[in-house]
């Protein structure tokens, strides 16, 4: 018989999980996932070159846990019951629409195609429009990495990606603007105009 998990420190403390820590659960899971899957086809190769059983089963067991933790990451709920404030749910700057709970995105009516870090990246720089936010603040909200990153361009290349998508849908170029040594503003025109 399976007895439950014993309790966190952050449980047996009674402190509520709050969106940005099941957000960096959600993370977690999908990074563990995805690092299951990378273990899986090096088994698979091994497998395919020595057809011994055991490289086949262990890549079968790899298989099934990469999908055991994309289940878990997929039941992370996006707001947790417990949670303390409940954020808006729609974000609206002009002609920038977010629902954040269908995750869904609109440019002056028009549906943008977002990736699902693409369309949290677009939620963090909105919830903050027209401040300057830094890289790392946006690794640990969006992406979940903890501490200090020096060296990665995962935030340009989705930067680039969502201004593309955004610019698609009939966004000025100067959408997203990326403050060099710092990290990236979302300007939208009505707000650049009402300042």
């Known amino acids: 018989m399976l007895s439950p998990a014993p309790a966190t420190s952050r449980?047996?403390?009674?402190?509520?999980?709050?969106?940005?820590?099941?957000?960096r659960l959600y993370a977690e899971a999908m990074a563990a996932a995805r690092r299951a899957a990378r273990v899986a086809a090096e088994l698979e190769r091994a497998a395919a070159q020595a057809p011994q059983p055991g490289w086949q089963l262990a890549a079968a067991?790899?298989?099934?846990?990469?999908?055991?933790?994309r289940s878990a990451?997929?039941?992370?709920?996006?707001?947790?019951?417990?949670a303390t404030a409940e954020p808006r749910r729609a974000l609206v700057i002009d002609p920038l629409s977010i629902d954040r709970l269908r995750r869904v995105a609109f440019w002056e009516g028009l549906p943008l195609v977002l990736t699902r870090l693409e369309f949290d990246l677009l939620v963090a720089l909105?919830?903050?429009a027209g401040e300057v936010m830094h890289?790392?603040?946006?690794?640990?909200?969006?992406?979940?990495?903890?501490?200090r990153v020096t060296r990665t361009?995962?935030?340009?290349?989705?930067?680039?990606?969502?201004?593309?998508?955004?610019?698609?849908?009939?966004?000025?170029?100067?959408?997203?603007?990326?403050v060099w040594g710092i990290g990236y503003r979302l300007v939208v025109p009505d707000l650049e105009r009402a300042a």
Not at 14 to 21: K, L, N, S, T, V
Not at 61 to 69: F, K, P, V, Y
Not at 74 to 82: I, K, R, S, T
Not at 135 to 147: E, I, M, T
């Open 135 to 147: 890289k790392d603040d946006l690794l640990r909200q969006v992406w979940g990495y903890a501490g």
């Open 11 to 23: 449980e047996s403390d009674g402190a509520p999980i709050d969106e940005a820590e099941a957000d």
């Open 153 to 178: 361009r995962t935030v340009d290349s989705h930067a680039s990606r969502l201004r593309r998508s955004l610019i698609g849908a009939g966004a000025p170029g100067t959408i997203i603007v990326n």
């Open 73 to 82: 990451a997929e039941a992370v709920p996006e707001v947790p019951v417990d």
């Open 126 to 128: 909105a919830e903050r």
């Open 61 to 69: 067991s790899c298989r099934r846990a990469e999908g055991n933790l």
